[in-house]
């Protein structure tokens, strides 16, 4: 089926490569965002809506006539929202209950939300993390996903309202803003493309579990065209599967770039927890999806990439 797909935060990192694999799959698509893309130019076959999440009226708007909504806005990141929960809550959890509301209004047939495979579940007690492990987030930006993702199950409950959660780990690659605040793999190229040290929190130790932006999309592809039966899961881990330490990461970066890449270690974060990869085996079973691109070969693309924008 060829859907007409709304995507809210369509000019982020993921949602840029997202509209693009749905525009390349035959799908009408539609971008809500407050800005423009950063490193791309607007595709012609794309309706663009600027707007804010938080304005109903603007949102009632890019609701209307689509099958597909996918709902990858944010206002907090996990390590500053802590110093706002409140902000956190108004901004996130209701507006996004808000739009959930416009989505019963207008019939959508699929909502598509992206949580946090790394911030929902706490601090893990066993590895790999497998969706029915208990969610004990240790931010806000953790406690404010979990909640939209019960909103949707509460809707799904009362108005019939099609949803899928993807709790994605780390994603990464083309696109991805290496002067951002979150983003190992992207900042730490980045600075590597800028001849500055990479700074690591910590002793590099801390494992995390990641994925290649050009996986990660068509995972979320897969959740908008996933049939959900009766008792069927909803919530979906998508990373790949496999964890690194940030010193591998360097290590492997090295590689690519050559020897010349300089560390920097400052004090660990709170926020930070251990260790966190996902298990995958539920969305490689109901989604029919695995990811294909090894972490060399995707640091490899990416670095490329940022090598393209010319940082010095």
């Not at 600075?191 to 590099?204: E, F, M, S």
């Not at 494992?207 to 290649?212: C, H, L, Q």
């Not at 999309?217 to 899961?233: F, G, M």
């Not at 930070?272 to 085996?281: A, E, G, H, Q, R």
Request: aromatic share 10%.
């Amino acid at each position: 089926m060829k859907a007409k797909a709304l995507v809210i935060g369509g000019n982020g990192f993921i949602g840029t490569n997202l509209v693009q694999l749905l525009v390349d799959s035959g799908h009408q698509v539609r971008v809500f965002d407050r800005y423009p893309s950063r490193f791309q130019s607007p595709l012609p076959q794309v309706e663009y809506l600027s707007g804010d999440i938080g304005n109903h009226g603007e949102m009632e708007e890019a609701v209307k006539g689509m099958d597909w909504v996918f709902h990858l806005a944010y206002t907090t990141l996990p390590q500053t929202s802590n110093d706002d929960p409140v902000y956190d809550i108004r901004s996130n959890i209701a507006d996004t209950v808000q739009l959930l509301t416009e989505c019963v209004k207008t019939k959508v047939k699929k909502f598509v939300f992206i949580s946090s495979g790394g911030t929902v579940y706490g601090v893990p007690t066993v590895c790999p993390i497998k969706e029915d492990h208990p969610t004990e987030p240790i931010c806000s930006y953790g406690i404010s996903k979990l909640s939209i993702e019960k909103y949707l199950h509460l809707f799904e409950k009362l108005y019939g309202l099609d949803y899928v959660v993807a709790r994605i780990s780390n994603p990464y690659g083309e696109l991805q803003n290496p002067n951002a605040k979150q983003g190992a793999i992207g900042v730490f190229l980045g600075n590597v493309a800028r001849k500055q040290p990479i700074t690591i929190w910590g002793d590099g130790e801390v494992i995390r579990d990641y994925i290649y932006i050009g996986d990660t999309v068509k995972a979320l592809l897969s959740c908008a065209e996933y049939k959900a039966k009766e008792n069927s899961p909803r919530i979906f881990n998508i990373g790949h599967g496999e964890g690194h330490t940030l010193n591998e990461i360097v290590e492997v970066i090295k590689e690519v770039v050559g020897p010349q890449v300089e560390v920097k270690y400052t004090p660990a974060r709170p926020v930070d927890v251990p260790v966190n990869v996902l298990d995958i085996k539920r969305a490689e079973r109901y989604l029919n999806w695995t990811p294909q691109t090894g972490l060399k070969e995707g640091i490899t693309r990416s670095w490329n990439w940022i090598n393209s924008l010319q940082l010095i």
